[in-house]
C-alpha cells in the first residue's frame, strides 16, 4: 500500500495553473514537515516548496510568487496550487517528507506537462 498518493497533474498551457493533492498515509500526519518536488527528464529531482508542522511555508526561486504549498491535517492532505505555469515546469510532481528527514518510500508521482 502506497503511503504518498500524488494526483492532480495533467497537460496544460503555459500561463495556466494546476492544483496538485498529495494523500499521504503517514501517521500523525500533523508531525510532519512536508515537501513537494519535481523531476524533468533528464534532471535531478529538485524540491519545490515545503511546509512545516506549522504551516510555515518555503519555496524555490524558481517557484516563488506562482506556486502555494498548503496542507489540510483532517485529511491527510498537503496541496500545491500552481499558477502562471510555463514549459520549464513541466516534470513529474512527488510529495515527501522535506529533505534531510528519513522521509517516506516514494509515491508514483503526478505528471505535469506545460505545453501549447
Known amino acids: 500500500q502506497l503511503q504518498l498518493v500524488e494526483s492532480g497533474g495533467g497537460l496544460v498551457q503555459p500561463g495556466g495553473s494546476l492544483r496538485l493533492s498529495c494523500v499521504a498515509s503517514?501517521?500523525?500526519?500533523?508531525?510532519?514537515?512536508l515537501a513537494w518536488y519535481r523531476q524533468a527528464p533528464g534532471k535531478e529531482r529538485e524540491v519545490v516548496a515545503t511546509?512545516?508542522?506549522?504551516?510555515?511555508?518555503n519555496y524555490a526561486d524558481s517557484v516563488k510568487g506562482r506556486f502555494t504549498i498548503s496542507r489540510e491535517n483532517a485529511k491527510k492532505t498537503v496541496y500545491l496550487q500552481m499558477n502562471s505555469l510555463t514549459p520549464e515546469d513541466t516534470a513529474v510532481y512527488l510529495c515527501?517528507?522535506?529533505?534531510?528527514?528519513?522521509?517516506?518510500?516514494w509515491g508514483r508521482g503526478t505528471q505535469v506537462t506545460v505545453s501549447s
Open positions: 503517514i501517521h500523525p500526519f500533523s508531525f510532519y514537515s
Open positions: 511546509i512545516s508542522r506549522s504551516g510555515t511555508t
Open positions: 515527501n517528507g522535506i529533505p534531510g528527514s528519513t522521509g517516506f518510500a
